[in-house]
């Protein structure tokens, strides 16, 4: 069963720390993505990363970057947290062709930020 | 740019009860449309897909139907059931790059 896997469930984290998310997918997928989840705002992509080494913004990008050395692996970096940042993030991975068109998302991080 | 609206929630039903979330796009070009649930404490999982105007995806009971005229991918299932109480949310793909993008999400809630 294919996976992506957000290395923690909840978090805790205080103003000004710099906070690091990390997600890996075994399925050898070329595109991750790093949305943030809130509510009545839906999904809104953060970064997106669509081969090693490279990386685009998404619509809300600021205050965040990220890390993608390897295929596997794409870290969500939060310089310098502020309460504001405080949501449930979600890691997702896809491929751009084939039967699994449509994105494969982890079980999601849910930072605070006190 | 492109925008997915969803209808606001929560929606509640009764178990068998039919169900319709109304799901319109703003999108450039020739979009693939996508319904996502999210149950509680989840990710997102894929329900169904519909990549051209015409097709209808489904998937577990629950169908939609690529509407380019009206601009619509409206989800529909005949009889909900209490495990089908979760978050959906409508997605569109479009351009290059498979940037998703989603709905505000609608959460449904099946009694019995």
């Known amino acids: 069963d294919v996976k992506v896997t957000q290395s923690s469930r909840y978090l805790v984290k205080r103003t000004g720390e710099k906070v690091f998310l990390e997600c890996v997918q075994d399925?050898?997928?070329?595109?991750m993505f790093w949305y943030r989840q809130d509510p009545g705002l839906g999904l809104r992509l953060i970064y997106f990363?669509?081969?090693?080494?490279?990386?685009e913004k998404g619509d809300i990008p600021e205050g965040y970057s990220v890390s993608r050395e390897k295929k596997e692996r794409f870290s969500l970096i939060l310089e310098s947290a502020s309460t504001n940042q405080t949501s449930m993030y979600l890691c997702?991975?896809?491929?751009?062709?084939?039967?699994?068109?449509?994105?494969?998302f982890g079980s999601g991080t849910r930072l605070t930020v006190v | 740019g492109n925008s997915v609206t969803q209808m606001e929630g929560p929606v509640t039903l009764s178990e068998e009860a039919f169900l319709t979330i109304n799901c319109t796009y703003t999108?450039?070009?020739?979009?693939?449309l996508f319904w996502y649930v999210q149950y509680p404490g989840e990710g997102l999982q894929l329900l169904l897909k519909?990549?051209?105007?015409?097709d209808k995806g489904s998937n577990k009971g629950f169908e939609a139907t690529y509407r380019k005229e009206t601009t619509s991918f409206h989800l529909e299932k005949g009889s909900v059931q209490v495990s089908d109480s979760a978050v959906y949310f409508c997605?569109?793909?479009?351009?290059?790059?498979?940037?998703?993008?989603f709905g505000t999400g609608t959460q449904l809630k099946v009694e019995l």
């Open positions: 999108a450039t070009g020739y979009p693939s």
């Open positions: 997702a991975s896809s491929s751009p062709v084939g039967p699994n068109y449509g994105y494969t």
């Open positions: 519909a990549t051209k105007a015409d």
């Open positions: 997605a569109l793909s479009a351009g290059g790059g498979n940037k998703l993008t």
């Open positions: 399925m050898d997928h070329e595109n």
């Open positions: 990363s669509y081969d090693v080494k490279m990386k």
